[in-house]
Protein backbone atom coordinates (compact mmCIF):
# COMPACT_ATOMS: atom_id res chain seq x y z
CA UNK A 1 0.00 0.00 0.00
CA UNK A 2 3.10 2.29 0.99
CA UNK A 3 4.40 1.93 -2.36
CA UNK A 4 0.91 2.58 -4.24
CA UNK A 5 0.79 6.16 -1.90
CA UNK A 6 4.71 6.83 -3.30
CA UNK A 7 3.69 6.37 -6.77
CA UNK A 8 0.30 8.51 -6.26
CA UNK A 9 2.43 11.07 -4.51
CA UNK A 10 5.43 11.21 -6.92
CA UNK A 11 3.07 11.21 -10.24
CA UNK A 12 0.96 14.50 -8.94
CA UNK A 13 4.24 16.18 -7.95
CA UNK A 14 6.05 15.50 -10.98
CA UNK A 15 3.21 16.45 -13.13
CA UNK A 16 2.80 19.82 -11.25
CA UNK A 17 6.24 20.23 -11.72
CA UNK A 18 6.41 19.84 -15.05
CA UNK A 19 3.57 21.70 -15.90
CA UNK A 20 4.68 24.73 -13.61
CA UNK A 21 6.95 25.37 -16.35
CA UNK A 22 4.10 25.92 -19.22
CA UNK A 23 3.65 28.66 -17.19
CA UNK A 24 7.20 30.42 -18.63
CA UNK A 25 5.61 29.82 -21.68
CA UNK A 26 2.62 31.36 -21.37
CA UNK A 27 4.91 34.66 -20.37
CA UNK A 28 6.64 34.06 -23.48
CA UNK A 29 3.02 34.03 -25.23
CA UNK A 30 2.05 37.50 -23.21
CA UNK A 31 5.13 39.16 -23.89
CA UNK A 32 5.23 38.43 -27.29
CA UNK A 33 1.23 39.76 -28.12
CA UNK A 34 1.85 42.32 -26.39
CA UNK A 35 4.74 43.44 -28.18
CA UNK A 36 3.00 42.38 -31.54
CA UNK A 37 -0.16 44.09 -30.85
CA UNK A 38 0.70 47.41 -29.30
CA UNK A 39 4.39 48.28 -30.97
CA UNK A 40 4.15 46.60 -34.37
CA UNK A 41 0.49 47.02 -34.39
CA UNK A 42 -0.46 43.41 -35.57
CA UNK A 43 -2.28 41.65 -33.16
CA UNK A 44 -1.75 37.79 -33.45
CA UNK A 45 -4.82 35.26 -34.19
CA UNK A 46 -3.26 32.64 -31.73
CA UNK A 47 -1.85 34.37 -28.75
CA UNK A 48 -4.65 34.54 -26.28
CA UNK A 49 -6.27 30.86 -27.08
CA UNK A 50 -2.76 29.39 -26.75
CA UNK A 51 -2.33 31.40 -23.52
CA UNK A 52 -5.75 30.91 -21.82
CA UNK A 53 -5.47 26.77 -22.71
CA UNK A 54 -1.83 26.65 -21.77
CA UNK A 55 -2.86 27.53 -18.06
CA UNK A 56 -5.86 25.75 -18.08
CA UNK A 57 -3.69 22.36 -18.73
CA UNK A 58 -1.30 23.57 -15.90
CA UNK A 59 -4.43 24.29 -14.01
CA UNK A 60 -6.20 20.90 -13.91
CA UNK A 61 -3.40 18.83 -14.30
CA UNK A 62 -1.73 20.53 -11.54
CA UNK A 63 -4.81 20.64 -8.77
CA UNK A 64 -3.54 16.74 -7.65
CA UNK A 65 -0.03 17.99 -6.81
CA UNK A 66 -2.08 20.96 -4.85
CA UNK A 67 -4.26 18.27 -3.55
CA UNK A 68 -1.08 16.46 -2.21
CA UNK A 69 0.29 19.37 -0.26
CA UNK A 70 -2.76 20.44 1.05
CA UNK A 71 -2.75 23.68 -0.35
CA UNK A 72 -6.70 23.81 -1.40
CA UNK A 73 -8.79 26.07 0.40
CA UNK A 74 -10.49 24.87 3.65
CA UNK A 75 -12.43 26.96 6.36
CA UNK A 76 -9.57 28.65 8.50
CA UNK A 77 -11.69 29.41 11.31
CA UNK A 78 -12.50 25.92 12.11
CA UNK A 79 -9.62 24.19 10.31
CA UNK A 80 -6.67 26.36 13.09
CA UNK A 81 -8.76 25.34 15.93
CA UNK A 82 -8.74 21.44 15.59
CA UNK A 83 -5.98 19.59 16.80
CA UNK A 84 -3.78 17.58 13.88
CA UNK A 85 -5.57 14.34 14.84
CA UNK A 86 -9.29 16.18 14.59
CA UNK A 87 -8.33 17.54 11.28
CA UNK A 88 -7.20 13.79 10.35
CA UNK A 89 -11.21 12.88 11.51
CA UNK A 90 -12.60 15.39 9.36
CA UNK A 91 -10.37 14.93 6.38
CA UNK A 92 -11.31 11.50 6.72
CA UNK A 93 -15.25 12.05 6.98
CA UNK A 94 -15.42 14.75 4.21
CA UNK A 95 -13.39 12.35 1.59
CA UNK A 96 -16.90 10.63 1.00
CA UNK A 97 -18.29 14.20 -0.08
CA UNK A 98 -14.99 14.57 -1.78
CA UNK A 99 -15.23 10.86 -3.63
CA UNK A 100 -18.83 11.72 -4.92
CA UNK A 101 -18.29 15.21 -6.52
CA UNK A 102 -15.21 13.80 -8.10
CA UNK A 103 -16.46 10.39 -9.17
CA UNK A 104 -19.39 12.04 -10.84
CA UNK A 105 -17.40 15.34 -12.47
CA UNK A 106 -14.94 12.12 -13.59
CA UNK A 107 -18.11 10.51 -15.57
CA UNK A 108 -19.75 13.92 -16.88
CA UNK A 109 -15.49 15.02 -17.85
CA UNK A 110 -14.82 11.48 -19.63
CA UNK A 111 -17.82 11.56 -21.51
CA UNK A 112 -17.73 14.91 -22.67
CA UNK A 113 -13.72 14.33 -23.49
CA UNK A 114 -14.68 11.10 -25.94
CA UNK A 115 -17.08 12.92 -27.53
CA UNK A 116 -15.31 15.77 -28.16
CA UNK A 117 -12.16 13.79 -29.45
CA UNK A 118 -14.72 11.74 -32.02
CA UNK A 119 -16.02 14.93 -33.42
CA UNK A 120 -12.29 16.20 -33.22
CA UNK A 121 -13.79 19.40 -32.00
CA UNK A 122 -12.16 22.44 -32.33
CA UNK A 123 -12.59 25.78 -30.70
CA UNK A 124 -15.18 28.25 -32.53
CA UNK A 125 -12.63 30.88 -33.56
CA UNK A 126 -10.93 32.00 -36.94
CA UNK A 127 -7.92 29.97 -35.51
CA UNK A 128 -10.06 27.25 -34.39
CA UNK A 129 -7.19 25.21 -32.92
CA UNK A 130 -8.03 21.33 -31.44
CA UNK A 131 -10.41 21.34 -27.87
CA UNK A 132 -10.46 17.67 -27.18
CA UNK A 133 -6.91 17.66 -25.56
CA UNK A 134 -7.77 19.87 -23.04
CA UNK A 135 -10.75 17.81 -22.40
CA UNK A 136 -8.58 14.86 -21.93
CA UNK A 137 -6.51 16.25 -19.83
CA UNK A 138 -9.40 17.78 -17.56
CA UNK A 139 -10.62 14.18 -17.43
CA UNK A 140 -6.88 12.51 -16.54
CA UNK A 141 -6.69 15.62 -14.28
CA UNK A 142 -9.94 14.44 -12.28
CA UNK A 143 -8.83 10.84 -12.27
CA UNK A 144 -5.57 12.39 -10.54
CA UNK A 145 -7.27 13.78 -8.08
CA UNK A 146 -8.91 11.15 -7.12
CA UNK A 147 -6.10 8.95 -6.85
CA UNK A 148 -4.77 11.93 -4.87
CA UNK A 149 -7.66 12.06 -2.48
CA UNK A 150 -7.89 8.39 -1.89
CA UNK A 151 -3.91 8.71 -0.87
CA UNK A 152 -4.41 11.50 1.42
CA UNK A 153 -7.34 9.33 2.97
CA UNK A 154 -5.58 6.59 3.53
CA UNK A 155 -2.55 8.75 5.28
CA UNK A 156 -5.65 10.75 7.64
CA UNK A 157 -7.73 7.37 8.52
CA UNK A 158 -3.96 5.64 9.87
CA UNK A 159 -3.44 9.07 11.40
CA UNK A 160 -7.31 9.31 12.68
CA UNK A 161 -6.96 5.89 13.88
CA UNK A 162 -3.22 5.93 15.54
CA UNK A 163 -2.47 9.59 16.41
CA UNK A 164 0.63 9.54 14.54
CA UNK A 165 1.95 9.28 11.14
CA UNK A 166 3.11 6.77 9.05
CA UNK A 167 6.78 5.90 9.12
CA UNK A 168 7.94 6.73 6.11
CA UNK A 169 6.17 10.21 7.00
CA UNK A 170 7.93 11.26 9.99
Known amino acids: MRGIIRIIDGISVWTGKVLSLLILFVVFVIIYEVIMRYCLNRPTLWAYETMTMSCAFTYVLGAAWVLKERKHVHV????????????????SLTFLFFLLYMGMLLWAASRYAWESFLLRETLASTWAPPLYPLKIALAVGVLMLILQGTANFIRDLYFAIQGRKPKEQE
Not at 79 to 89: F, V
Request: proline share 6%; aromatic share 6%; no cysteine.
Open 76 to 91: EVIWERLSPRKRAILD
